[in-house]
């Protein structure tokens, strides 16, 4: 027993040795540059550590330790704005009703995430028509004896998802049209799709948000007002959906031309011709496009705070005016929360592409 652990051990010692001369010193430069890399690694990643662990103030203290012990992260700040962060100015009494909301729509996501789970499109039809009505009955209330919360009250991680989901949820469907609109052989039609994609992506998202939340108004008959952030979600659908359409162009027409004719051979319609054959394929090999709309789009969402909607990164910037909590460290320490907030969806949303890009086996194979 004791020689076979020996020999696994020399075997892995021997796997290890192979693996770093293949990879980070196959030659003098790689060589070096490794090592520098690895330098530079270790000095961010001890500096952080330093900060976010060993200098920090830890979520036990307060206000007067966090200004004593002012070298590292006040944790204490972030416990005591917590429920901003997540909820912004949402009534505490109500609050209930945004964690219903967020487990429903965990629950309805995770098995649309997971290939081997059944009765998908059910799942897809719940999340596209029942599941908005509901959280918009849940969230604002108003009816079915819930009270009303006016959006300005909305804030934090909640308007950040909001604003998010609706803007992915909208775009791609809209975008697939626009995209085929784009390739139509109707001369209205693809005029029509190109005028709205080249209108949209002529605009920076900055202007699309102050058009809807200033411009807007003064074109609608008097008396007659939309929500501001209704107005925030309809800009950002649509803006997101010109650049979709551009992501999904590409992949139609990485289509071969056999792949068309072979389906009007079946005699199959237009319709099913791109919803059984071309439409598949074109969106599977546009994953990574798509998925990096998604992700610009989530962070994009940090912009709904010029038109005074306070997103997760607005509702701690509002946090630093507390003057209870005004440290040498409490900005440093609400920027860093938000980044990692925001990393981990990114991130997680980068890793999903990229197991579906295994699991369909495409890749950016062809």
């Known amino acids: ?18 693996w770093l001369r293949k990879n980070l010193f196959s030659t003098w430069y790689n060589a070096v540059l490794s090592i520098v890399s690895v ?18 103030v830890g979520f036990d203290g307060d206000r007067d330790t966090c200004v004593m012990y002012a070298k590292g992260a006040c944790w204490p700040f972030i416990e005591a704005k917590w429920s901003q962060i997540i909820y912004g100015r949402y009534p505490e009494m109500e609050r209930w009703r945004v964690d219903v909301t967020f487990l429903i729509g965990a629950l309805a996501v995770v098995p649309m995430l997971m290939p081997s789970m059944p009765f998908k499109r059910a799942n897809a039809v719940f999340l596209l028509v029942p599941y908005p009505i509901l959280g918009f009955f849940l969230l604002n209330g108003g009816a079915f004896g819930l ?14 998802l909001v604003v998010a989901i609706v803007g992915i949820v909208a775009s791609l469907p809209i975008g697939i ?12 039609i693809r005029i029509l799709c190109v005028g709205f994609i080249e209108f949209w992506r002529g605009v920076p998202l900055i202007t699309v948000l102050f058009m809807a939340s200033v411009m807007l108004p003064l074109f609608l008959p008097q008396g007659v007002t939309f ?17 979709m359409a551009e992501v999904v162009r590409g992949g139609l027409q990485s289509i071969p031309r056999g792949q068309y004719e072979a389906a009007q051979a079946l005699g199959l319609g237009y319709w099913k011709m791109m919803g059984l054959i071309v439409l598949p394929q074109a969106l599977k090999l546009v994953i990574p496009g798509i998925v990096n709309t998604f992700i610009g789009l989530f962070k994009d969402t940090t912009l709904v705070l010029i038109i005074g909607l306070f997103d997760l990164l607005g509702i701690v910037q509002l946090s630093f005016s507390d003057p209870s909590w005004s440290t040498p460290q409490t900005a440093a320490t ?9 990393w981990i969806f990114c991130y997680g949303m980068s890793r999903y592409s990229q197991f579906m890009e295994r699991y369909l086996h495409t890749g950016h194979k062809r």
């Open 177 to 188: 049209l626009l995209a085929l609109g784009r390739r139509s052989e109707m001369p209205v």
């Open 1 to 18: 027993m004791a020689n076979e652990r020996t020999t696994n051990l020399y075997t892995r010692t021997e796997e290890v040795v192979v």
């Open 334 to 342: 609400g920027y860093a929360v938000v980044g990692i907030i925001f």
């Open 227 to 243: 929500d501001k952030l209704l107005r925030c979600l309809i800009g950002i659908a649509l803006f997101s959906s010109a650049y």
């Open 39 to 56: 330098y530079v690694i270790w000095v961010v990643a001890s500096g952080f550590v330093n900060w976010a662990f060993i200098n920090a």
């Open 147 to 160: 009270e009303p919360v006016e959006t300005p009250l909305w804030g934090g991680l909640l308007v950040t």
